[in-house]
């Protein structure tokens, strides 16, 4: 299994962000799928997951419903959309195959991709 995360960048307080996780496996639907954040200094933390099927959806408390993850199985994608973004959130944003609220619940990850947000 190969995840390659796309979509982060530079964005002010309150801005937004679309993260896309790709993966290149033939099987992508059978997979639960997560995304999980580390900032410089702190450990790996949950950020969202959702069911194979899409039909089941999780997130840590900190995202206080600005967040929002999906899937498109189609498309071998998984999606965060990231709304009203805090300086707290600056971070490398991982996809990972598997379901739970700590980094040993995933299994195949991606490379991470850099969100910045500035106050």
């Known amino acids: 299994v190969q995840l390659v995360e796309s979509g982060g960048g530079l964005v002010q307080t309150g801005g937004s962000l679309r993260l896309s996780c790709a993966a290149s496996v033939r099987t992508f639907s059978a997979y639960a799928m997560g995304w999980l954040r580390q900032a410089p200094g702190k450990e790996r933390e949950f950020v969202a997951s959702?069911?194979?099927?899409?039909?089941?959806?999780f997130y840590a408390d900190f995202v206080e419903g600005r967040f929002t993850i999906s899937r498109d199985n189609a498309k071998n994608t998984v999606y965060l959309q990231m709304n009203n973004l805090k300086p707290e959130d600056t971070a490398v944003y991982y996809c990972?195959?598997?379901?739970?609220?700590?980094?040993?619940?995933?299994?195949?990850w991606g490379q991470g991709t850099q969100v910045t947000v500035s106050s």
């Open positions: 959702i069911t194979w099927t899409g039909g089941s959806t």
């Open positions: 990972a195959t598997g379901i739970g609220d700590t980094a040993q619940d995933y299994g195949h």
